[in-house]
């Protein structure tokens, strides 16, 4: 009997979605308002969750509990940004898809429509290109959707938003742009991320340097206290030099010693890639945007490897994961981002090639891998990596 992954592989995939061309941007679209629809009846999702779910179930072992800066989720995948943009759908990612917790935007102070179209392309592989610009609806009116669609979730199901400045908004008035963010959705969400990383806004990257990641971090930090409130904030790292004259260690070195004068909660690794080979690898190099998914694998566990060498801030490792030659390469790809010391993992390009039951099967797929190995739960894979030793499942 084919697994719920196969049949979207095989049938919606391979033989609808590649077949007619179907833009990435508008399956995406149509995926968005069909979990808007159901995330807001009760029975709906029941029975969805039923047909989507490996199993048929939520993954609800207690080997898959973790705690991420103080914040207890069911299990350790996140849904990045990029996925539900504008605070359409993240019930039903939680209840429906599986996530343990998922993270909205990126979402700038005003709306703004991106870049033109067509801004995202399938390149096969277990590859996206993308180029979308912090497209979004606005600080207001996804913190409207967040406030709305909160009382579906109980709290300890965490609810991200990850922070970006508008295209025209200077430079110098960057962490002003973070704030008025902050302000606005901080009281509905329950971790923010500074998101200075993306490659689709035009010189963004330069905000990674010292003095202005101190002045931004320190503008929202004020602005979530003048709510009287506090949140976890993540710093999300680029996986390229800043410059030719630069290198990732250095970004990270510089980012580690921002987190610690001003106190920020932890580190998301990493955003997607420019990397002229890679792109070059995958006959984009003229293109505009950042490549995610399987290119990123590699780089990824990397960077996690020496930032988890050099602070014990918590991790969430991104890029890659989900990806591989097979379902057992895979479930590695998973496996090495908490051997190289992530805390949580962030999953979304794998997802668009194996569909919405994809996050629940990889999830019992590690839950049984756990149990096989006597590992008790998430805490002991972090930063062991004995556990690459271990046989797969």
Known sequence: M???KEIYEKFLYTGFIERFRVDPENAHLAVIRLLHIIQHSP???????KLILSEGKFPTSDRLHASIAGMEVKNPLMLPAGFDKQGQA??????????GFVEIGTVPPKPQPGNERPRIFRLGDEVVLNRMGFNSDGAEKVNNRIVASRGILHRDEPIGVSLGMNKDTPFDEAPRAHAEAARILGEGSDFLTINA?????????KLLTQEHMMAIITEVKTALSTLGIERPIFLKLSPDPLDANSSWQEQINTLIQVAEEVGVAGFMLTNTTINEKQKEYYGVREQMGGLSGRPLRERSNEMITYLNQHTRLPIIGMGGVGTGSDDEDRLMSVLEKFA???????MYTAMIFHGPSYPSYLLHKLDKWMQQEGVKNIGELVGNSYILKRRTI
């Not at 990383?197 to 990257?205: E, G, V």
């Open 340 to 346: 190289a010391g992530a805390d949580a993992v962030g």
């Open 43 to 49: 029975a709906l999702i029941r029975v969805v969750g």
């Open 90 to 99: 993240f019930t039903a990612l939680l209840r429906v898809i599986g996530m």
């Open 2 to 4: 084919l697994e719920k």
């Open 197 to 205: 990383s993306s490659p689709n806004t035009k010189n963004l990257r």
